[in-house]
């Protein structure tokens, strides 16, 4: 509930600029009281949560939302990380940026930074599927018909490709059983 505001002005934002889906979407917001830790500056988990704003207002700008949402296709977050250089403090602003930077058979990969005077503070790679309404997975292949992109030529970074095997966790309907060595 804390981010319902900044979620409710995105959403007012569906009309505002045209973007290309590759495109570099820039927010700019401030530290607000409610986002604050007990250290005093942005809590971690906040971070993440206003990038969601990032992915969604990249995603209705671009009038991919709007597509995917009538083919019944929804996103989901298959993994993320994140590395924090600086503090984002009370009141502070900063700009949000957010950019594919490529694309599985499966899923699409966003690079999101926290900004401030051009110097990163923080910066978040993710993985994101899409899944169907009616129950099952959407391709990247898929996503891309409807959403009537190209994502040819825009391979992972080998880095990326390398995250990406390194923290995937099996299947939903494989066993994962908790066992710590």
């Known amino acids: 509930m804390h981010l319902i505001f900044r979620t409710f002005l995105v959403w007012l934002r569906r009309n ?9 979407g ?4 401030r530290v607000l009281p409610t986002d604050l830790d007990v250290l005093g500056h942005m809590n971690n988990g906040v971070y993440l949560s206003i990038m969601d704003l990032g992915r969604m207002d990249l995603l209705q700008r671009s009038g991919v939302w709007s597509r995917l949402l009538r083919a019944g296709f929804f996103p989901v977050m298959a993994d993320e990380t994140i590395s924090f250089r ?11 940026e957010t950019r594919i930077v490529g694309y599985d058979a499966k899923a699409v990969y966003v690079e999101q930074r926290m900004v401030v005077a051009g110097e990163i503070y923080a910066r978040a790679t993710t993985r994101g599927r ?16 409807v959403a009537g992109i190209d994502i040819s030529g825009r391979p992972l970074p080998e ?5 990406a095997s390194d923290v ?13 060595d």
């Open 159 to 163: 880095w990326v490709a390398r995250w």
């Open 86 to 96: 600086r503090s984002l403090m009370p009141w502070q602003r900063f700009t949000l």
């Open 16 to 24: 505002g600029p045209r973007l290309d889906p590759h495109d570099v």
């Open 168 to 180: 995937a966790l099996p299947a939903a309907r494989a066993a994962a059983p908790s066992e710590w």
């Open 26 to 29: 820039r927010m700019t917001f």
């Open 130 to 145: 899409f899944v169907k309404k009616s129950g099952g997975t959407v391709t990247t292949a898929e996503v891309a018909e």
